[in-house]
Nanobody, 121 residues
């Protein structure tokens, strides 16, 4: 069974940095795009950044120049380096991956359990 496990959330002051990690484990044949989303209570889950298996990245405008997404394909892990954090970055952050499990021929979307990031003034 495939699962995504996140780590690295926490409490940080505005202007500070955090690094999130998300490791995929289980019977995995290949992983395509991976990404990070965030959600605040009462609102929809929004895209933050994505990265393809080739390393091409995409960011929502509000985090460009502050956040960096990267991945280690050998470790099936995606990272989100968050710098110059702002109060409005406070949210639960979820990782996402398009994975082809071993023995299957389709890609499926998997989600992590979410990790809280709180930015204080």
């Amino acid at each position: 069974q495939v699962q995504l496990v996140e780590s690295g959330g926490g409490l940080v002051q505005a202007g500070g940095s955090l690094r999130l990690s998300c490791a995929a484990s289980g019977s995995i044949f290949r992983i395509n795009a991976m990404g990070w989303y965030r959600q605040v209570p009462g609102k929809q889950r929004d895209l933050v950044a994505t990265i393809t298996s080739a390393g091409d990245t995409n960011y929502v405008d509000s985090v460009k120049g502050r956040f960096t997404i990267s991945r280690d394909n050998a470790k099936n892990t995606v990272y989100l380096q968050m710098d110059s954090l702002k109060l409005e970055d406070t949210a639960v952050y979820y990782c996402n991956a398009n994975i082809q499990p071993m023995g299957l021929y389709a890609l499926y979307v998997y989600w992590g359990q979410g990790t809280q990031v709180t930015v204080s003034s």
